[in-house]
């Protein structure tokens, strides 16, 4: 069992910055892949980021190409989301995820609100 525990959103003008966290715990935590989604209000959750755990490539959505950066801390089992020039569209609830062994974990989620 992995457990994924997110921090880090909050509120936010336009053209501001956040970096997000998230930490796993688990025994068994051995992603391939760890990333971040995000789904806003009356829509449906949407991919945000990625991370190979083993080479650290990574893709993005190419609304945030430029803007939203991953990362990780393998001593920490952490992974970030550094997500600068914030716009109200990304405005959402984001979620962090973990894939292993065929299955993927989700954590709770945290707010992140931009305003204009």
């Known amino acids: 069992q992995v457990e994924l525990v997110e921090s880090g959103g909050g509120l936010v003008q336009a053209g501001g910055s956040l970096r997000l966290s998230c930490v796993a715990s688990?025994?068994?935590?051995?992603?391939?892949?760890m990333g971040w989604f995000r789904q806003a209000p009356g829509k449906e959750r949407e991919f945000v980021a990625r991370m190979n755990w083993g080479v650290g490539s990574t893709d993005y959505k190419d609304a945030v190409k430029g803007r939203f950066t991953i990362s990780r801390d393998n001593a920490k089992n952490t992974v970030y989301l550094q997500m600068s020039s914030l716009k109200p569209e990304d405005t959402a609830v984001y979620f962090c995820?973990?894939?292993?062994?065929?299955?993927?974990?989700w954590g709770q989620g945290t707010q992140v609100t931009v305003s204009s």
């Open positions: 688990g025994r068994t935590f051995s992603p391939y892949a």
């Open positions: 995820y973990s894939d292993q062994s065929s299955l993927r974990y």
